[in-house]
T-cell receptor, first 111, second 116 residues
Framework: QKEVEQNSGPLSVPEGAIASLNCTYSDRGSQSFFWYRQYSGKSPELIMFIYSNGDKEDGRFTAQLNKASQYVSLLIRDSQPSDSATYLCAPEGKGRRALTFGSGTRLQVQP | DGGITQSPKYLFRKEGQNVTLSCEQNLNHDAMYWYRQDPGQGLRLIYYSQIVNDFQKGDIAEGYSVSREKKESFPLTVTSAQKNPTAFYLC???????????????FGQGTRLTVV
């Protein structure tokens, strides 16, 4: 079983809609998670970090963590064409474990 | 400015050759990583190092080798044993924390390797 699972997509939403990206994880010991955005041909960049159950909001982005159900999600409100990218989920990699990433979900925002 | 520098940005390799990808960071991070990314795919871990002079294999280490002689540097050699090396290679670093695990990973700009 992979440590992190994501739907590869593409997830297509119209401009202005809410995009919902999901990630499930297998290690119940994972305490916190990163969401990265990767534009085509570029390196990933951090957009959100969440370490407690519930929601964390930053501008148009909201990360949600549910440790009981072992999933973490990213909501993007008022989606823009510039949000079109691949979104990667990663647990924090506690201890000596390396940072591992989900396979990513490709988001397409249609103008 | 602090960051991670990968070089070269583009690299062409003839079949049977070994090539080395450079990764240097001045963030004073203890942990460094190499990932491979194929078109439309996620990041797959090749090797990682949590401290100088120590490194561990990731999920796809076969055909690759690394060294970590200095904290700032973590070069990756793609050997001739790697039969399908054409890919986008990303180097990253982070700082292992005491409670919440690693801090965020900072990435270099990547090296695009092509076999010719």
């Amino acid at each position: 079983q992979k440590e992190v699972e994501q739907n590869s997509g593409p997830l297509s939403v119209p401009e202005g809609a809410i995009a919902s990206l999901n990630c499930t994880y297998s290690d119940r010991g994972s305490q916190s998670f990163f969401w990265y955005r990767q534009y085509s041909g570029k390196s990933p960049e951090l957009i959100m970090f969440i370490y407690s159950n519930g929601d964390k909001e930053d501008g148009r982005f909201t990360a949600q963590l549910n440790k009981a159900s072992q999933y973490v999600s990213l909501l993007i409100r008022d989606s823009q064409p510039s949000d079109s990218a691949t979104y990667l989920c990663a647990p924090e990699g506690k201890g000596r474990r390396a940072l591992t990433f989900g396979s990513g979900t490709r988001l397409q925002v249609q103008p | 400015d602090g960051g991670i520098t990968q070089s070269p940005k583009y690299l062409f390799r003839k079949e049977g050759q070994n090539v080395t990808l450079s990764c240097e960071q001045n963030l004073n991070h203890d942990a460094m990583y190499w990932y491979r990314q194929d078109p439309g795919q996620g990041l797959r871990l090749i090797y990682y190092s949590q401290i100088v002079n120590d490194f561990q294999k990731g999920d796809i280490a076969e055909g690759y080798s690394v060294s970590r002689e200095k904290k700032e540097s973590f070069p990756l050699t793609v050997t001739s044993a790697q039969k399908n090396p054409t890919a986008f290679y990303l180097c990253a670093s982070s700082q292992p924390g005491s409670g919440l695990g690693n801090t965020e990973a900072f990435f270099g700009q990547g090296t695009r390797l092509t076999v010719v």
